[in-house]
């Protein structure tokens, strides 16, 4: 069964930081993008992160550049996001997301999500 | 960034009826446009990729089709599991910006 499954969300204040995981199962990493995507409470999706198979390319989206950081342990079939300088505007659910092998931004597989709330 | 309006951002139906979801792109996407299902405490799922390709397992009522940089979902005769949250996402260029969503409930 292809699963994703994610870890590491929590309770932190402004400014702190807090790495998320995802570990995947029932399929190789490798073969695919991976991305992070969030989403605030009764709000749309927002897709924040993603990084290339063999870890060359990654983007971020504008309100994250420079304080997130997405990486990928193909060898471990997982991936991580560092995120520092947290926002209260950062709370929300973090999903762990399957790409395509060439669509880059398209969301496949969905982990069960992580909840992320910055807060005082 | 390219941005995706979405109406209606609520529907009100019956099981057995025929339902349209509408996505509009600020610019063209071609036909890269997605649709996800969301049910509550959930995680999305993908449901039509390329914007009128069904994805496995989903169920053949679902469909969806293009015209210009309009974009739409059908649901042909909704059955009561397809009450829940709809989203489409572009996915021709980054940040691959999702709608608003649409929430289908129970008339």
């Known amino acids: 069964e292809v699963q994703l499954v994610e870890s590491g969300g929590g309770l932190v204040q402004p400014g702190g930081s807090l790495r998320l995981s995802c570990a995947a199962s029932g399929f190789t990493v490798s073969s695919y993008w991976m991305s992070w995507v969030r989403q605030a409470p009764g709000k749309r999706p927002e897709w924040v992160a993603n990084?290339?198979?063999?870890?060359?390319?990654?983007y971020y989206v504008d309100s994250v550049k420079g304080r997130f950081t997405i990486s990928r342990d193909n060898a471990k079939n997982s991936l991580y996001l560092q995120m520092n300088s947290l926002r209260v505007e950062d709370t929300a659910m973090y999903y762990c997301?399957?790409?395509?092998?060439?669509?880059?931004?398209?969301?496949?597989?969905w982990g069960q999500g992580t909840l992320v709330t910055v807060s005082s | 960034d390219i941005q995706m309006t979405q109406s209606p951002s609520t529907l009100s139906a019956s099981v057995g009826d025929r339902v349209t979801i509408t996505c509009r792109a600020s610019?063209?996407?071609?036909?890269?446009l997605a649709w996800y299902q969301q049910k509550p405490g959930k995680a999305p799922k993908l449901l039509i990729y390329?914007?009128?390709n069904l994805e496995s397992g989903v169920p053949s009522r679902f469909g969806g089709s293009e015209s210009g940089t309009e974009f739409t979902l059908t649901i042909s005769s909704l059955q009561p599991d397809d009450f829940a949250s709809y989203y489409c996402?572009?996915?021709?260029?980054?940040?691959?910006?999702f709608g608003q969503g649409t929430k289908l409930e129970v008339k």
């Open positions: 990084v290339k198979q063999d870890g060359s390319e990654k």
């Open positions: 996402q572009q996915y021709h260029s980054y940040p691959g910006v």
């Open positions: 997301v399957r790409g395509g092998q060439g669509d880059q931004l398209i969301c496949r597989i």
């Open positions: 610019q063209s996407i071609s036909s890269w």
């Open positions: 390329k914007a009128s």
